[in-house]
């Protein structure tokens, strides 16, 4: 079975509109973190945001957020404003267990396409 | 957030060559380095867990003879693909473990990737 599924191969939105990428994972493990990345097309991958299974609050950073519902196993992330830069691939990924020592697995990927 | 670099950038090599790529953490030092390759229009599949003056940990599939990893100090670890072959050719991204911020928010920050070519 899939572990993280984001199931938007492709996104559009307009400039300044807010915009929600999918993604679900599936674990038994009471202990895990869940990532977003960024991967424009020069290909670096940039972290976004983190949730921890254990947080109670959604976590934030900037223009991101991230919809946590943890009963139907999902971490949506969110960017408002949307910028032309935000055009890239987007990477959900968790991480089972505690510590970093633990692999990260990903997603395969939703590409946005921000319009002006 | 945290800064790795990855050496060299992009690299062109004939069929059966090896090809030594660097990874390095800048600012922060990093018992673990992950490796990954990523084909085009794919996602991130990850090769092998790199520890600090210990073996590396490889991923079901990934021949360890082939994809040489070393994680000499704190800060760099390589990964040599030996006798390289056009299928070899592919982005390959390492990572770092920031463990500054501790337990559970242990972030993995990446390098720029790496364009291997193989002719």
């Known amino acids: 079975a899939q572990k993280i599924t984001q199931t938007q191969p492709g996104m559009f939105v307009q400039e300044k509109e807010a915009v929600t990428l999918d993604c679900t994972y599936d674990?038994?493990?009471?202990?895990?973190?869940l990532f977003w990345y960024k991967q424009p097309s020069s290909g670096e991958m940039i972290f976004l945001i983190y949730?921890?299974?254990?947080?109670?609050q959604n976590a934030t950073e900037g223009r991101y957020s991230l919809n946590f519902q943890k009963a139907r196993k999902s971490a949506n992330l969110v960017i408002s404003a949307s910028q032309l830069g935000d055009s890239a691939m987007y990477f959900c990924?968790?991480?089972?267990?505690?510590?970093?020592?633990?692999?990260?697995?990903f997603g395969a990927g939703t590409r946005l396409a921000v319009h002006p | 957030g945290a800064v790795v670099s990855q050496h060299p950038s992009w690299v062109i090599c004939k069929s059966g060559t090896s090809v030594k790529i660097e990874c390095r953490s800048l600012?922060?030092?990093?018992?673990?380095m992950f490796w990954y390759r990523q084909f085009p229009k794919q996602s991130l599949m990850l090769m092998a867990t790199?520890?600090?003056?210990?073996?590396?940990?490889?991923e079901q599939g990934v021949e360890k003879d082939k994809f040489l990893i070393n994680h000499a100090s704190l800060t760099l670890s390589t990964l040599t693909v030996t006798s390289a072959h056009p299928e070899d050719s592919s982005f390959y991204i390492c990572?770092?473990?920031?463990?500054?911020?501790?337990?559970?928010?242990?972030?993995?920050?990446f390098g720029p990737g790496t364009r291997l070519t193989v002719l």
């Open positions: 990572s770092a473990r920031d463990q500054r911020t501790g337990g559970k928010r242990d972030t993995q920050y």
């Open positions: 674990t038994s493990d009471p202990s895990y973190g």
């Open positions: 949730q921890g299974s254990y947080d109670q």
């Open positions: 990924a968790m991480r089972e267990g505690e510590g970093g020592y633990n692999k990260l697995i």
């Open positions: 600012d922060f030092q990093a018992t673990t």
């Open positions: 790199s520890n600090e003056g210990s073996k590396a940990t490889y």
